[in-house]
């Protein structure tokens, strides 16, 4: 069934993943968007934790828990978004909708492989900012606008040194543009001009990073399982190349800009950061009747830089993620109930994102709540739908408070690979 499903999945979802507007969110004006969640449906319903791992579910969190399924597992999964926006005296609301990940893992006797391609920043805002009145009654209206993300192709490697203990490694290649808008028109009811500026920034985004990841569980009691789970990346960089391109337009009774003069550079090459992070957790639990996992995420955020010469509002610091959740199974071989074999979850988290705004720190914080359907067929295929409730920013400092909604779902589809027939 993955064979067969693997190809037409892959060309959508690639196509998706580099053509979507998959962000609505003034924040994600500064660095390189907002950073996507890596990780399943099934993690996400747990609060983000990555510390869980088992032989049907593929685990994109941690490398080194690849080679402990059991099965051939193709992992897709989506999110649809409502968020409405809030200041101190105004509102709005925003959706959008976005794949989120398509992999594909294979497991051998004692390693594991994975590959696969997600988004790994957003960037998606219309903001508009008027002046009060001066001299002559000028108003200067500014007009900003940016669209675009970066993605990610990955593939891992894990080896199980033992029952217990393994190891893994991921390579990432980064890709992506981001276009970036601004205009600035100056009007008075008395004294109107003719012309608008406008700047328009492409910038071709692409580079290399590592994961390194370890992964331990140990049966307690010959009943409960207790595992521990650490990842590890360095600090390291992205190439970025610039076309700019400055215009004189003409804005006509329709709304349609004409352009009345340009001039075009190409900016000098520059190298952006991308910071370390480092992630560790615990969890305990009952396989296949219930678990409960706790993690921490530390990333060295105060490296990042603003994509705008000239922003002095805004600065980066250091962030943390702490998350905790898990399941609950009623009774996985039930034969006489559906309701007893499915997965419930829930999870809770708190992180600040590492955006400093006018003084005021950037935090986000949800909560979240899923299901896994098992379905038909071989290996525990199931279908994992998730929501969650967040809230990110404040309204204070004359700043902007998200209060988002999102929808997931995932699909977990295993099947047997690279079994040597007994019989012809």
Request: proline residues 3%.
């Amino acid at each position: 069934m993955i064979k067969k499903l693997l190809a037409v999945l892959c060309f959508v979802g690639a196509s998706t993943a580099f053509a979507q507007q998959n962000n609505s969110s003034p924040y994600s004006f500064y660095g390189l968007g907002d950073t996507k969640f890596k990780g399943t449906a099934e993690n996400r319903s747990m609060g983000s934790i990555g510390v869980l791992t088992d032989s049907i579910h593929l685990n994109l969190q941690n490398p080194a828990t690849y080679g402990r399924l059991k099965f051939a597992n193709l992992a897709v999964g989506a999110t649809s978004t409502k968020t409405k926006l809030q200041t101190e005296t105004e509102n709005s609301t925003a959706g959008r909708t976005s794949v989120d990940y398509i992999a594909l893992a294979l497991p051998f006797k004692k390693f594991g492989l994975a590959f696969g391609l997600m988004p790994y920043t957003s960037v998606g805002y219309r903001i508009q900012n008027t002046t009060e009145p001066y001299a002559d009654n000028y108003r200067r209206n500014r007009y900003f606008e940016g669209t675009g993300g970066l993605n990610k192709v990955f593939g891992g490697f894990s080896y199980n040194l033992s029952s217990s203990f393994s190891l893994g490694a991921e390579f990432n290649y980064y890709f992506g543009k981001i276009t970036t808008k601004s205009k600035v028109t100056i009007y008075s009811p008395e004294h109107p001009l003719q012309y608008d500026t406008r700047e328009t920034n492409l910038s071709d985004y692409n580079g290399v990073t590592f994961n390194f990841g370890a992964y331990y569980q140990k049966l307690v009691n010959k009943k409960y399982t207790w595992t521990a789970s650490a990842v590890f990346s360095p600090e390291t960089s992205l190439n970025s190349v610039t076309n700019r391109e400055i215009s004189t337009v003409i804005l006509t009774s329709s709304g349609v800009e004409q352009v009345a003069d340009t001039y075009s550079k190409r900016l000098d090459a520059v190298n952006v950061k991308m910071p370390s992070k480092m992630s560790a957790g615990a969890g305990f639990g009952e396989m296949r009747k219930w678990f409960a996992g706790l993690e921490y995420t530390y990333t060295g955020s105060s490296v990042l830089q603003n994509r705008f010469d000239g922003i002095t509002d805004v600065k980066f610091e250091n962030s943390y993620r702490v998350a905790l959740g898990g399941y609950y199974i009623p009774k996985f071989y039930s034969f006489t109930s559906y309701l007893s074999r499915v997965t419930y979850r829930g999870g809770l988290r708190y992180e600040t994102t590492g955006m400093v705004i006018n003084n005021q720190s950037i935090k986000d914080m949800g909560v979240s709540l899923g299901v896994g359907l098992p379905l038909a067929g071989i290996g525990g295929t199931s279908l994992n739908l998730g929501v969650e409730y967040g809230k990110r920013g404040t309204k204070n400092a004359g700043l902007i408070q998200e209060n988002y909604f999102n929808l997931f779902v995932g699909f977990s589809l295993n099947d047997r690979w690279f079994v040597k027939r007994k019989f012809e």
